[in-house]
């Protein structure tokens, strides 16, 4: 061998082993977690991988020759002397068989607690003295393979473009596999082939077309309707509105966008869109002194007008009224209904046989419609066969329909037609407020009345706002006449060719149009007469529709002819223009069967040779009978009347989303139950049915708000809710009218036992006026009071027992059972004494020498005498009121209206900016009880603790078998309301909030008639309704004024 390459051989193996021996000593050197660490990592390696290179486990390995010290290998001299010497050293070590020293390279010392021990085999293994470069090279080899197969197989489900940083992932590497990295793009080709992510081939059965077939999907809608009846309109709201389920239908509640201003704004200068299609409508027929002899005990001109008002009875105008039980007045109130009558055609045609409306809420259709039907003596029920759709199709009905034949699998279906037998799809049908197999017409044989069910059957759209009828004029174009010369037989609507063939009709429809047109260019609804009703038939308002979106405007030039604006303005619509084909069922029936679907009428557009072109129909155009109803708006106070004013369209069935489109994109913006609430709240009118606690209807509608505002009340943790107790509202979530009403009874008796009444607090003071005497009880009063503190007295509970369910239950349930004794609370409704109280209310400057003055027009002066007849025809009464806050601060529903005290009104006159006092803080005798209540649940959730143990304390314990105490709500039955904190409870709200109209907060509520007379003998003349506001979560009082509105 030359010297040169047995020098590189020499160097080369003078590296390795200095490699070796540096492996060794830097390896000597490591921790005991790391040797650990190291042997964990390669417990589970191969035994061709665990080759011992030097590693520092094998220190414990003893010399061969013997001795205690561990082997440490030496370094070669690199200056040694000759070959032959480092031959000779080499040698010296030499290692065992290559067979043997790989068969103990498994063998390994761990160092552990306690000193070195064996490895996994229990042996010990020397270090070799010199390796072989091919056998180290195959066990690295192994490790190499082993490393890569780790790297490139998956261990987890994801795909390959998941794997990547997620700055490198990109969203087109799900579908594109050329967006990945080259080093990755065949990996994702092998999965994209893979059958798990390839597209699913949808069945031939069902096809897309198939699925969304006309007739599945109306199957489908129908089978989703048989507990809450949807309207025509409910798939155009559920894209756009927050959906409701109440009164056996799904309405829309408030818009998913934030619109409540802009409602606002389309109220007062624009115009809102509702739809009332879930009103229901009762019809009676026959004569019209057989009607109003079965109605007119349903109702008292005392509250106003009734069925027999000289405009409502001609069927020129709407009528509103507030029905009660026979001869029940004013107890046994059913609910607020208006009417619209028939016109007559001719003068002579009198009392023959007239038709009358009755519009109604659906919570009070069941009651009132009883009371209709034993009023006109209606007790025999037309078969439902002849008047009902067919009923729904069952589950197992609609899948023998939508299945297919065996041979028709994969083939395209076509639907048959079978001609003239085939049967039309019953899209709209039935109501929410009854099944749809009972019976909805009911006739009587003495009298002659048949009384109908309606509801459903008319479709009713509100537009409030001034633009109103501009919107009106716009999308609602009237009829054509039908001329001599068109052929009759290419029209599917009969009923309007016999109609046009008579000249009095023609010219009565020139008259309507002439009318409707002259509506166009006033300004706002609220200038023409309350409630005019003027009928029209116009055509497909779907022919007219913009291509875009737009707002009208009022249009002066359509007023040029000042005389008749004039006429329309003071007279309103004459009587023979409130004629309407819609009151004949039969000519509804034919427009609703004949109306041209939307798909024909696109299809026909389509071939129009000038796209966008007016599409004419001629004969085969659709004709709509219609009846406009003006609605007034504010018509209660002296401020903003008129506002809120609008139309009512009513409509035959079938035609909701015809009119709807159009009058959406001529301006109009749609709202719901939310806003129809905000509208009777700026109207100062109640809102049905909360704010009509006399009646079943509103009782249920306290329970039910009671019940949900309890529940949310409970989701919250006591440290993260009000505690009531504390802050002295016994009522949170109700208003207990019964026991006010009771309460101030009570406390007027006491007022003229004692002249001299104690506080709630134990002090001494008057809040009447001293030179003013109190308020006088009736003698019916008195006995009703007695009878019922009797009553409450024997049907007490013990003391200690406590009933901690929802206030509102209780008073309910005491309500609900005092309704056959006459003694539950009524509302007062009398025109001629709201209109005294109203006068009473408004604060008069002059101080005491204006208190002793007679009022103005015709009023009586406030005195004990003056209000006996009040008190003693309506006893626990209760007043409709509205607020308005003097200063800051916004009221709240269930907030408590207050008396104010002498020193509360002396020290508004010294501070104009005083906001009024606080009320202290209570305590709460319910906390012992409550802690006692948590520390037995403790007790009972032990798993030690016995059976026999809980039962001793439950027999101890005296309200077991109770509901449990809820931390934060006045447990039992009520204390004295009235007197339960500082300022004595007059009433409680029921509407409230900011007023955008007014500027500042504003209430509307019920407050006690005993009350409100005892609070304003004890005020001055200017001081009179002046009262305090405090939210049931707050202890602040605000000063209000008080106004009685007629």
Known sequence: MRPAARSQQTSFWRRVWQILTWDSECQAEMSNAKERKHAKKMRNQPTNVTLSSGFVADRGAKHPNGGGKPFRAQRLDAFSGTALQRQTKMTHYSPLEPDVREQSSSKVMFKKKGGWKAGPEGTSQEIPKYITASTFAQARAAEISAMLKAVTQKSSNSLVFQTLPRHMRRRAMSHNVKRLPRRLQEIAQKEAEKAVHQKKEHSKNKCHKARRCHINRVLEFNRRQKKNIWLETHIWHAKRFHMVKRWGYCLGERPTVKSHRACYRAMTNRCLLQDLSYYCCLELKGKEEEILKALSPMCSIDTGLTFAAVHCLSGKRQGSLVLYRANKYPQGMLGPVTFIWKPERTPGDVSESRQLWIWLHPTLKQEILEEVKAACQCTEAVSPTLLLPDPLPTPSQEKSQ??????????????????????????????????????????????????????????????????????????????????????????????????????????????????????????????????????????????????????????????????????LLLEGVPVECAHSFIWNQAICKSVTENKISDQDLNRKRSELLVPGSQLVLGPQESKIPLLLIQQSGKVTGDDQRGWGSGWDVLLPKGWGMAFWIPFIYRGARAGGLKEARVHSQYKKSPYIPGDFPDCSAGILFAEEQARNLLEKYKRRPPAKRPNYVKLGTLAPFCCPWEQLTRDWEARVQAQEESPVASSPRGEESDLRGDDVP??????????????????????????????????????????????????????????????????????????????????????????????????????????????????????EPHSMICVPAKEDLFQLCQDPLYRGPQEAKHSDPFKSQIRKQKEKKKREKRPNRGQAMSEGLTAGDPAAGHPALTSGLWAGPLPDVTSHCSRVLLGFVTQGDFSMAVGCGEALGFVSLTGLLDMLHGQLAAERGLVLLRPPASLQYRFARIAIEV
């Open 402 to 567: 939508t299945e297919l034949p065996d041979e028709k699998v994969g083939k395209k279906r076509k639907r048959k037609d079978d001609g003239d037998n085939a049967k039309p799809v019953k899209k709209f049908f039935g109501d929410g407020t009854r099944d749809s197999r009972q019976p909805c017409s009911w006739v009587s044989a003495a009298t002659g009345l048949a009384v109908s069910d309606l509801t459903m059957e008319i479709n009713r759209f509100r537009l409030i706002g001034p633009l109103s009828h501009s919107i009106l004029t716009e999308a609602l174009k009237a009829a054509s006449v039908h001329t001599e010369g068109e052929d009759p037989e290419r029209t599917p609507h009969q009923w309007w060719v016999e109609t046009c063939k008579d000249p009095d009709s023609v010219s009565l429809h020139h008259r309507q149009e002439a009318t409707f047109e002259l509506l166009g260019g006033i300004t706002s609804p609220a200038e023409i007469p309350a409630g005019t009703v003027l009928g029209l038939t116009v055509g497909d308002p779907r022919i007219n529709l913009p291509q875009k979106r737009s707002k009208v405007l009022p249009d002066p030039e359509k007023c040029q002819d000042n005389e008749k604006v004039r006429q």
């Open 774 to 891: 109190c308020v006088p009880t009736s003698e019916k009063t008195r006995q009703a009071s007695d009878e019922v503190d009797t009553s409450l007295h024997d049907s007490s509970e013990p003391a200690g027992v406590m009933d901690t369910e929802c206030p509102v239950q209780a008073e309910t349930e005491g309500v609900s059972g005092q309704d056959a004794t006459g003694s539950r609370v009524c509302v007062l409704r009398s025109r001629t004494s709201l209109k005294q109280l109203s006068a009473w209310c408004t604060p008069r400057p002059g101080g005491r020498r204006a208190a002793g003055r007679v009022p103005s027009r015709g009023q009586q002066e406030l005195t004990p005498e003056a209000c006996l007849p009040i008190l003693d025809r309506f006893p626990r009464a209760l007043v409709w009121v509205s607020l308005a806050l003097l200063r800051k601060g916004s009221p």
